[in-house]
C-alpha cells in the first residue's frame, strides 16, 4: 500500500483544528496510519497543570492501541509553525510500536518532509517484555 502522505498530513491539520491548547495556544495535530489502512487521528490536549498534557502524537497512538491497532505505518504531524517534529517523549511512544522505518512525515511549506523513527530516536531505551 502506498502512503498518501499529502493526505495524511491533511487529516493531521483536520485533527489540529481540535486541539485543545489555551495555555500555549500552539495546536498540533497527527494523522497516524495502520497498518490496517485506517487513520487514527489526535489533538494535544492541555491541562491547567501542565504536566498531565498529551501531545497530538501520543493522543492519536492511544486512541489506535485502544481500538486494537499495534501496527502501524507512518504519521504525519502539522503545528501551528512548521515543521513541527514530535518531541522525544512521543517518539520514545512511537518505538514501543514502530520500527526503525516507521515513516514520520512533516510539513515545511512543500512537499511531505520523510524521516525515519530511526533517524529521529537512534538508541531508543527498551526493556524485555514479561507479556502481551
Ligand atoms: N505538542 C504536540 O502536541 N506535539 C509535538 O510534537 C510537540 C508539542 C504540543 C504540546 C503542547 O500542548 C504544545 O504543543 C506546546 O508545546
Redesign the pocket.
Known sequence: MEIDAKKLLEQAAAAAKN?Y?P??G???G?ALLAESGKVFTG????NSSFSP???????AVVKAVSEGERHFKAIA?V?RQNP????GV?RQVLAEFCDKDFCIYVYDGGEPKLFTLGELLPHAFFIAKTGN
Open positions: 486541539a491548547a495555555y500555549s500552539f495546536a498540533v497527527a489533538c494535544n490536549v492541555e498534557s498529551v501531545c497530538a502524537e501520543r493522543t504531524v503545528g513541527c517534529f514530535p518531541c512521543c
